[in-house]
């Protein structure tokens, strides 16, 4: 897996945002507006975009469709999400006043586990986040990944279970302790209770994504905070890869 965007809000000098990429299977985790990258790293004849919600920063990118596929061998785009996510999205950011040429491909609200290549599992669960949002966890035999974006981190919360012994977290981790109550307002999380999240989930390893781009380009994310509570945790930057 490769972190194309590990941004939130809005692009930075040094982050685009949401967009997670597994470029041996065609699956793309979020379109935010990293989205553009998604052409150097193509390897399959299809491509399954999974949205967690539809807040701008993380499907603005799929405008960029047309320039993404071009001159590339690929048949097929699938764009996954809620259906209401969906059609917002196709009435509002993809209305003819705004985006006059139809997007190059299929959308197809998700309804249950969805299969992926290599006997793979993708299972999606809901998040406490301002309009809705998705986490997914995407399971194969021997490993397993989870990506949770755009919520307010609780160990207690419903989402932890669906979680347990992932290999891989990617988790959001936007604002500093500090900042507990604009992260209540905004649906967003703050470091210690990623850490307990990952503790409580048994997580093999956290990545850290979502940084708030108003935060220090060299310290984006309270890493020693999470240190002290999950030490197995790494700062998640633009062109991260991942092997699990």
């Known amino acids: 897996m490769v972190l194309l965007g590990t941004g939130g ?22 379109a935010g507006t990293a989205m553009f990258r998604v052409r150097e790293y193509i390897q399959t004849e299809e491509l399954h975009i999974f949205l967690s919600h539809a807040h701008l920063d993380h499907v603005f990118g799929l405008t960029g469709l047309f320039d993404i596929l071009h001159e590339r061998e690929v048949g097929r785009v699938v764009v996954h999400g809620d259906a209401q996510k969906l059609t917002d999205i196709q009435q509002h950011l993809l209305d003819r006043s705004l985006f006059p040429v139809p997007l190059p491909c299929e959308w197809q609200p998700l309804d249950g586990p969805t299969s992926l290549p290599d006997d793979g599992q993708l299972t999606y669960f809901p998040l406490v986040h301002p309009g809705g949002s998705l986490g997914f966890r995407l399971d194969w035999p021997g490993h397993s990944l989870a990506y949770v974006t755009d919520t307010i981190a609780d160990p207690q919360a419903p989402y932890v279970e669906r979680i347990q012994d992932v290999d891989v977290l990617i988790h959001e981790c936007y604002f500093p302790d500090s900042r507990v109550q604009l992260a209540q307002l905004t649906g967003h999380s703050c470091a210690t ?14 990545i850290l994504v979502h940084a708030n781009p108003l935060s ?12 002290r509570i999950y030490p197995h945790v790494t700062a998640g930057y633009d062109g991260l890869e991942v092997v699990f």
């Not at 209770?193 to 956290?206: E, I, K, S």
Request: charged share 25%; hydrophobic share 40%.
């Open 9 to 30: 809000y809005h692009p930075s000098n040094e982050r685009q945002t949401a967009c997670m990429m597994l470029p041996e299977l065609g699956i793309i985790l979020d």
């Open 193 to 206: 209770p990623v850490a307990q999240v990952a503790r409580a989930a048994r997580a093999g390893r956290l």
């Open 216 to 227: 220090r380009p060299e310290a984006p994310f309270d890493i020693d905070t999470i240190r």
